[in-house]
Nanobody
Framework: QVQLVESGGGLVQAGGSLRLSCAASGRTLTYYGWFRQAPGKEREFLAAINWSGSRTYYADSVKGRFTISRDSAKNTVYLQMNSLKPGDTALYYC???????????WGQGTQVTVSS
């Protein structure tokens, strides 16, 4: 059984930063990533990393502002988010699986709200 538990969301002013954490348990999977979903919008891929940490992948919308990383000793994946904008307001999900854009497992989500 794979479990993903996100934390670190909250309210931040535009231009600020947040770091999301995802504690993973169960068997190790190939890719870990982050998606988000804003009200009335489809889920959007943000970033992914392979478990060795040797490769990262980003959506154009967040490239240069968001950084994905992992701590294998802690079984935790992070998403550092800088220069946040009101348009980044969404529910952020941690994901894991054999494919980057079609993950097999999802966390429960953590809310990020960016005020203007």
């Amino acid at each position: 059984q794979v479990q993903l538990v996100e934390s670190g969301g909250g309210l931040v002013q535009a231009g600020g930063s947040l770091r999301l954490s995802c504690a993973a348990s169960g068997r190790t999977l190939t890719y870990y990533g982050w998606f988000r979903q804003a009200p009335g919008k489809e889920r959007e891929f943000l970033a992914a990393i392979n478990w060795s940490g040797s490769r990262t992948y980003y959506a154009d919308s967040v490239k240069g502002r968001f950084t994905i990383s992992r701590d294998s000793a802690k079984n935790t994946v992070y998403l550092q988010m800088n220069s946040l904008k009101p348009g980044d307001t969404a529910l952020y999900y941690c994901t894991a699986g054999a494919r980057i854009y079609e993950p097999d497992y999802w966390g429960q989500g953590t809310q990020v709200t960016v005020s203007s």
